[in-house]
């Protein structure tokens, strides 16, 4: 699980709180996190009820070929545009995707 001590800005750290969920939302696009919410009990004990956790993907990704469309879940879908810096034409997760044999 992600450190749940990650919450504020430190002007001392080297990444900026935005900068760490940005990488963590990689990893989850990168099926390499998967996100779950906690339930307060068992591997969830020393975490309150419905806070989001974040835990390593072991085995095959689960879900449908339309939930691994990397569009429904980008955190930059809001800035991506055919003519932009972010594009389907330049992103990485999206040739990825169309390159998965269904």
């Given at each position: 699980?992600i450190?749940?001590?990650?919450?504020?800005?430190?002007?001392?750290?080297?990444?900026?709180?935005?900068?760490?969920?940005?990488i963590?939302?990689?990893?989850?696009?990168?099926?390499?996190?998967?996100?779950?919410?906690?339930t307060?009990?068992?591997?969830?004990?020393?975490?309150?009820?419905?806070?989001?956790?974040?835990?390593?993907?072991?085995?095959?990704?689960?879900?449908?070929?339309?939930?691994?469309?990397?569009?429904?879940?980008?955190?930059?879908?809001?800035?991506?545009?055919?003519?932009?810096?972010?594009?389907?034409?330049?992103?990485?997760?999206y040739?990825?995707w169309?390159?998965?044999?269904?």
């Amino acid at each position: 699980m992600i450190h749940h001590g990650i919450l504020k800005d430190d002007p001392r750290a080297v990444y900026t709180i935005d900068k760490i969920r940005d990488i963590i939302k990689t990893m989850v696009l990168d099926k390499v996190l998967e996100e779950v919410k906690s339930t307060g009990t068992g591997e969830f004990m020393a975490l309150r009820a419905s806070t989001m956790c974040y835990r390593q993907v072991i085995g095959a990704p689960q879900g449908g070929t339309m939930e691994g469309i990397p569009c429904g879940v980008c955190p930059r879908i809001d800035v991506c545009s055919p003519e932009g810096v972010i594009s389907p034409s330049t992103c990485v997760y999206y040739k990825k995707w169309l390159q998965m044999d269904f």
